[in-house]
Structures are given as C-alpha cells and as structure tokens.
C-alpha cells in the first residue's frame, strides 16, 4: 500500500521529488488550522511541517497511522515530543541543512552592529550624508565569546578567526579537544566568560536552563559596548533588562534574528536604532532551504521504509560510524524477527541477539529494535518503532539481552537471534549486502531468502527431495533456490527452498502426507 505523508508548509520542490521517487504520495495542504490538521491526519502515515505547524498531543493522537514527524529545520518547539515518543512516532529534523546559512547570518548581524550598518543606511535612504555619527568598531583582534559550541556554534568559530578574532566560549557538552580544535579557550563558567568579551553570540537550544540565561547580573558585569547577536532562540536574552542597558549604553548594540513570540510586532529593543533586527532569517537562503527539503524527505522516507532515521530526537543517537556498521544490518534483524514470529508461532518471552565480528564492539539497540519490529509487526501484535521498541518489548513481557563475540564462524560479520531457543543467524553479502541465512534452527545453511520460502525439517532419508518437487511441481509452483543443512549426529535435515506461485493450505497438507518423519513444515512469507 501507498505510504502517504502530509505537507502542511512549503517545502522545497527537490523534496517533495524525493518523496515521490521512493514511492511515497505527498500531499501539500498549506495554512491549515489547527482543527483541519486534526481531522485530515488519520489518512496520513507521515508529517512534514516547519516552525509554523503545532503538532500537538492532539493531532499525534489523531494520527491512528502516522509513523514519523520530519521538521524542515533544526528547532523541534513546535512538535510535542513527549506525547508522539508515547505512541511510537518517530520525531526528526534536518540539522545540518540551514548551519552554513545561520553562521553566515550570525557574522552578518555582527558586522553590521559594529559598523552600523542599518542606521547609516537609513541615513543615507533618508537622502542624508552623515559620516560621523557612524564610526563602527573592528573585529580584529577582539574578543568574541561563543556560547555554544555545537554545528552552527563551531562554524561561527571559523569564520570568526578568519577575521583575527580571539575566541573564548561556554559549553558544558563540548569536549577540550574540540574547543582546542576550534581555537576557542573553554570556561566552565558563564559569569567567568561575560567580562572577557568585546563580542557576545549565543548557539543554544531552548531548556530551562537557557531561557532568560542572560539577565541583568550577566549585562551588568559585561564590557562596556558590549554587541550580543542572537540567530539560535528567542528568550535567551532579557530582553526587557536588555533594553535598559542599551538604554544605558552599557551594551552597545544588539543584533537579534528570534523571539520569544513570532511573529514579533511589539519588544522593548524596537526604540533603539542601535538594535538590528531581523525576522528569523536564520536559515532564509535558497541553498538552505533546499537543504532542508531534500534532507527531511530523505529522513521520513527512511523512517517509513522501516530504516533506522539518524537524526530521530526522540531515541538515542546514532553516531555515523555505529550506523555504517550496524544500519546494513537492520533490514536484516527486521526479517529474521519475522521469521521467527513465523516459525516460532508465539511471541517469546526471551529474546537474546548477538552480534559477531566487525559488529562485536557496536551497539546493538537499533538491531533490536529491528528484531522488534519484525518479530511483532508480523500479526500487528504491535506497531514498533527504535522509538518504542524497549517499551513495547517490556509490554508484551519479552526480555532481551545482547551478546557479542569477535567470531564471526568464517564471515567477516553476523547476527544471530534465538527467540525461546528458536534461532536464526544472517551475514551480509556482495556490494549490494544482500541478507543471506547462515544458520536456521542450529543447521547451517547459506542463502538468501526470498518472498516466499518453503522451510522442512525431517529425519534424512533417499528421496525426500525428490517428494517435495513432485508435489510442487504438481501444485504449478517452481523452486528458484533451495539449500540443505544437515545434523549427522541427529540424523536430521533441513531444506530451506525460495518457491515461487500460490502454496496454498491443501498443498502443505499433501506435503505432510507425502513425506514420512516430518517433524516441521513452515510457508514463511517476507
């Protein structure tokens, strides 16, 4: 059936191509309100919205089907992340599309406070010539203190050294190698960085701890003529204390891109010719949003394709080098979770994946969200998700645990799964890494399922192969692959067979006829 994702703001035309070359129907409804959102989602399996959209409690539990939330920017504000971590929906963003944009806006607020840029070009709009009043200030060789070391933070620092700035900054999460990199001498204190700076700016999320982060003991001990620029969230700055010290003159000028409530017609920083403002212009360049079109369509068609989404906020990260190791290996453990809902007949109460080889030192929790998602979504038991997958498991009574070994039994890396001893084992194999069964019930085999197989297991004997072609040759259904393991100290085999036409209830029961001391027969469907 046709995935169908809902676009309720403009987004780039290259993402909704990219939506629809992977299959997916997307369908633009812009302005909607609130109650529209509400009563149009049920059809939709996935949302893709920007800053303006409110994906409320509300609207995600409408969403009877929806998956995945993608937001065309970095900022999540608007998206009710608790409530949609609740049901399973994946919540995502494109942080990487609009960092160039907002470091280059970041350095071209700042410029145009020390050089007022504005007020002289009024001036001269106001066919005016004046020269004096506008003498500016250099970067070179000032202080600028960053707060916030993170994407946009870090590429801020870069350009700032390009102007021969001296950098210090504030980030409890940035590490002394980083900062070192950056060329930013780190403090574990704000109070401690405020008096060194000629130059403020500030690349922080909105917590608790940031809002209102700078009040009137911070604007007091600045410098004086101190510049504050702000392109990351509004509120950081006090704006009504703010506004008393450039008043004052004890901030020289301020430049600002976001507020608390946008759009923002009425603040207290509008009387000041001395204050830039501009109307969150962030990540406004043509380059950027087109970054963020394509980077979410990419994003939410991953998410509901089953794959693990990189940048999903509402489950652990996913540094890139676990995800080249470990992500090949997710539609894999998706499949074997399958097949053994299939082979197994009930859901497990224990649950144990190992990964061996090169997967030995990854982490294994999206392979077993993986294993979930296959292992439950067979019947609908459960919708799983990485989002959920630790808390559906602990619904349904089901421990997990994971192992890890650096044998791989000859192959470069494999994951086994045993589900209540029922086990399964995969490698990947050829460029396009290609899922290929190792082992099926402790026999080892080699191949690599398909649609729909025919899985036997007897006491070996002449001629057993030879019954199950007739019968199927019979039934019109032809055998593309077929792979037999055997146990010699059992005396038992197993033929694993990729069929292709309708096996139908009558053709398996003539095959438990035919075949004497058949202890299992299974039809598994992928």
């Given at each position: 059936?046709?995935?169908?994702?809902?676009?309720?703001?403009?987004?780039?035309?290259?993402?909704?191509?990219a939506?629809?070359?992977?299959?997916?129907?997307?369908?633009?409804?812009?302005?909607?309100?609130?109650?529209?959102?509400?009563?149009?989602?049920?059809?939709?399996?996935?949302?893709?919205?920007?800053?303006?959209?409110?994906?409320?409690?509300?609207?995600?539990?409408?969403?009877?089907?929806l998956?995945?939330?993608?937001r065309?920017?970095?900022g999540v504000?608007?998206?009710?992340?608790?409530?949609?971590?609740?049901?399973g929906?994946?919540?995502?963003?494109?942080?990487?599309?609009?960092?160039?944009?907002?470091?280059?806006?970041?350095m071209?607020?700042?410029?145009?406070?020390?050089?007022?840029?504005?007020?002289?070009?009024?001036v001269?709009?106001?066919?005016?010539?004046?020269?004096?009043?506008?003498?500016?200030?250099?970067?070179?060789?000032?202080t600028?203190?960053?707060?916030?070391?993170?994407?946009?933070?870090?590429?801020?620092?870069?350009?700032?050294?390009?102007f021969?700035?001296?950098?210090?900054?504030?980030?409890?999460y940035?590490?002394?190698?980083?900062?070192?990199?950056?060329?930013?001498?780190?403090?574990?204190?704000?109070?401690?960085?405020?008096?060194?700076?000629?130059?403020?700016?500030?690349?922080?999320?909105?917590?608790?701890?940031?809002?209102?982060?700078?009040?009137?003991?911070?604007y007091?001990?600045?410098?004086?003529?101190?510049?504050?620029?702000?392109?990351?969230?509004?509120?950081?700055?006090?704006?009504?204390?703010?506004?008393?010290?450039?008043?004052?003159?004890?901030?020289?000028?301020?430049?600002?891109?976001?507020?608390?409530?946008?759009?923002?017609?009425?603040?207290?920083?509008?009387?000041?010719?001395?204050?830039?403002?501009?109307?969150?212009?962030?990540?406004?360049?043509?380059?950027?949003?087109?970054?963020?079109?394509?980077?979410?369509?990419?994003?939410?068609?991953?998410?509901?394709?089953?794959?693990i989404?990189?940048?999903a906020?509402?489950?652990?990260?996913?540094?890139?080098?676990?995800?080249?190791?470990?992500?090949?290996?997710?539609?894999?453990?998706?499949?074997?979770?399958s097949?053994?809902?299939?082979?197994?007949?009930?859901?497990?109460?224990?649950?144990?994946?190992s990964?061996?080889?090169?997967?030995?030192d990854?982490?294994?929790?999206?392979?077993?969200a993986?294993?979930?998602?296959?292992?439950?979504s067979?019947?609908?038991?459960?919708?799983?998700?990485?989002?959920?997958?630790?808390?559906?498991?602990?619904?349904?009574?089901?421990?997990?645990?994971?192992?890890?070994?650096p044998?791989?039994?000859?192959?470069?890396s494999?994951?086994?799964?045993?589900?209540?001893?029922?086990?399964?084992?995969?490698?990947?194999a050829?460029?396009?890494?290609?899922?290929r069964?190792?082992?099926?019930?402790?026999?080892?085999?080699?191949?690599?399922?398909a649609?729909?197989?025919?899985?036997?297991?007897?006491?070996?004997?002449?001629?057993?192969?030879?019954?199950?072609?007739?019968?199927?040759?019979?039934?019109?259904?032809?055998?593309?692959?077929?792979?037999?393991?055997?146990?010699?100290?059992?005396?038992?085999?197993?033929?694993?067979?990729?069929?292709?036409?309708?096996?139908?209830?009558?053709?398996?029961?003539?095959?438990?006829?035919?075949?004497?001391?058949?202890?299992?027969?299974?039809?598994?469907?992928?």
């Amino acid at each position: 059936m046709t995935k169908k994702v809902l676009v309720t703001e403009k987004l780039a035309e290259a993402g909704l191509a990219a939506l629809r070359e992977r299959g997916i129907e997307a369908d633009v409804r812009l302005k909607m309100s609130p109650e529209e959102l509400v009563a149009a989602i049920p059809d939709y399996d996935g949302l893709i919205v920007r800053s303006a959209t409110k994906v409320t409690r509300e609207v995600l539990e409408a969403g009877a089907k929806l998956r995945i939330v993608g937001r065309a920017g970095v900022g999540v504000d608007n998206v009710d992340v608790e409530a949609a971590t609740e049901r399973g929906v994946i919540v995502c963003n494109a942080p990487t599309s609009n960092i160039v944009s907002a470091a280059e806006h970041t350095m071209a607020l700042m410029l145009a406070c020390a050089r007022n840029v504005a007020q002289a070009n009024a001036v001269v709009h106001a066919h005016e010539w004046e020269r004096g009043r506008f003498t500016g200030v250099e970067l070179y060789e000032k202080t600028l203190a960053i707060f916030g070391l993170g994407r946009v933070g870090g590429l801020v620092a870069e350009r700032a050294r390009a102007f021969g700035m001296k950098l210090v900054g504030y980030d409890p999460y940035c590490s002394p190698e980083r900062a070192e990199q950056l060329g930013v001498t780190l403090y574990d204190d704000v109070d401690a960085v405020v008096p060194l700076a000629d130059f403020i700016t500030v690349h922080l999320p909105k917590t608790k701890e940031t809002i209102g982060m700078f009040g009137p003991d911070q604007y007091a001990r600045m410098k004086d003529g101190v510049i504050l620029i702000n392109t990351a969230r509004g509120g950081i700055y006090n704006v009504e204390s703010l506004a008393d010290f450039l008043a004052a003159g004890k901030v020289g000028a301020v430049g600002i891109d976001v507020f608390e409530g946008e759009p923002c017609r009425e603040s207290p920083l509008h009387e000041f010719d001395n204050a830039v403002l501009t109307p969150h212009l962030g990540a406004s360049t043509k380059e950027a949003q087109e970054r963020a079109g394509v980077q979410i369509a990419e994003y939410v068609a991953a998410g509901l394709e089953g794959s693990i989404v990189t940048t999903a906020l509402n489950m652990a990260p996913v540094p890139p080098e676990v995800m080249d190791a470990v992500g090949p290996y997710v539609p894999a453990c998706q499949m074997m979770g399958s097949m053994l809902a299939q082979i197994h007949g009930e859901i497990p109460q224990f649950l144990k994946l190992s990964a061996a080889g090169a997967l030995a030192d990854a982490d294994p929790s999206i392979l077993v969200a993986g294993t979930l998602k296959g292992l439950l979504s067979y019947k609908n038991v459960a919708t799983v998700t990485p989002v959920n997958a630790k808390a559906v498991a602990k619904r349904h009574g089901i421990r997990v645990e994971t192992a890890a070994s650096p044998d791989a039994s000859g192959y470069a890396s494999a994951v086994s799964i045993v589900a209540d001893g029922t086990e399964v084992a995969c490698t990947l194999a050829g460029d396009a890494q290609a899922a290929r069964l190792v082992s099926l019930l402790g026999y080892r085999l080699d191949i690599a399922p398909a649609s729909q197989s025919l899985v036997f297991e007897y006491v070996d004997a002449p001629g057993r192969v030879g019954v199950i072609g007739t019968v199927l040759g019979e039934a019109g259904i032809n055998i593309t692959t077929m792979q037999i393991g055997t146990k010699p100290e059992e005396r038992c085999a197993l033929v694993y067979l990729n069929v292709e036409g309708e096996v139908t209830g009558e053709v398996l029961e003539r095959l438990r006829a035919e075949l004497d001391d058949l202890k299992n027969l299974w039809c598994i469907k992928l």
